[in-house]
C-alpha cells in the first residue's frame, strides 16, 4: 500500500464539526485509513461513507492512539466518490488522518 496524499491534521473540541477528506475511490482498489490523535482526545472517531451517504467503515478509540481498520482494508466494488469524516467525541486536540491504498 502506498498514501494516496500527506496527512491532514487538525486541532476539533469535543462537539466541533467534523473534518471531511474526499476518496475518490477506484474499483476493485483497497483502501485503509491509519489516524491518530493527541493524549488529551478521549474518542477519536473516524468514518468512511460511500457517495450515497451509507457508512462503509467506521472506527473509534477511547484513548489517543492510531486506529485503522480492524478487519482489514476497506475494498471498493465499484469506482465513488466517498468521504473519511474525523471527528472528536470527547476530550480536545490534535489529530491526523491519512488514507492509503493499493
Given at each position: ?24 475511490a ?35 478509540t ?25 471527528s ?15
Amino acid at each position: 500500500m502506498h498514501a494516496l496524499a500527506a496527512p491532514t491534521s487538525g486541532t476539533q473540541t469535543q462537539g466541533a464539526p467534523a473534518q471531511s477528506i474526499k476518496l475518490k475511490a477506484e474499483s476493485g482498489h483497497c483502501y485503509r485509513v491509519h489516524a491518530a490523535a493527541a493524549p488529551a482526545v478521549k474518542n477519536l472517531i473516524v468514518v468512511v461513507t460511500d457517495s450515497t451517504g451509507a457508512i462503509a467503515w467506521e472506527t473509534r478509540t477511547e484513548e489517543a492512539r492510531s486506529i485503522t481498520p480492524e478487519d482489514g482494508a476497506l475494498c471498493f466494488k465499484a469506482s465513488d466518490d466517498a468521504q473519511v469524516t474525523v471527528s472528536i467525541g470527547s476530550g480536545e486536540g490534535a489529530y491526523a488522518a491519512q488514507i492509503w491504498s493499493d
